[in-house]
């Protein structure tokens, strides 16, 4: 994971809205050595990261997953609404979400979180704990979604 960590520190300068062609490629590398396999970064966001459970049951894209998986659900407004929830194109999708002090992780995109806002993650509590203790329950920070 500190591969990752040094790999993604570049992205620290990246302002809340925006961020340099430089720190893109640097994320791109970093998921792909997290073994993702992304073509290239699609948007870059800031939001709210929160923690969930997401083996309560299925998520909206149609598959169980456990809390000890690094996996994340995406406000309404990000997987879009479908007739089949489980064809969203999000569905699969990795985000990389960064956090103070360096830390960041990568997710794969399995769930719709219903309550978070336009921009807000909800991360497993795996994901959650590589980034902060899960006691802080809540944080704001810049993400980015990937193919």
């Not at 992304?38 to 800031?46: F, G, M, N, V």
């Not at 709210?48 to 995406?74: F, K, M, Q, R």
């Not at 929830?85 to 769930?111: F, L």
């Amino acid at each position: 994971m500190s591969r990752i960590v040094q790999s993604l520190t570049a992205m620290k300068s990246a302002t809340r809205r925006s961020v340099t062609l430089g720190a893109v490629a640097a994320g791109i590398a970093a998921t792909t050595a997290l073994g993702a396999s992304p073509a290239s970064a699609e948007t870059w966001h800031y939001g709210s990261i929160t923690w969930y459970n997401p083996s309560v049951g299925v998520g909206a894209c149609g598959e169980w997953h456990g809390d000890n998986e690094l996996v994340a659900a995406v406000s309404p407004q990000m997987y879009g609404s479908y007739p089949n929830p489980n064809n969203s194109p999000v569905c699969g999708k990795y985000v990389v979400v960064h956090a103070a002090g360096g830390k960041a992780t990568w997710a794969k995109i399995v769930d719709r979180c219903a309550d978070c806002g336009p921009y807000d993650v909800d991360l497993s509590p795996a994901a959650f704990g590589v980034l902060a203790d899960l006691g802080v329950g809540r944080f704001s920070t810049y993400w980015a979604d990937y193919i």
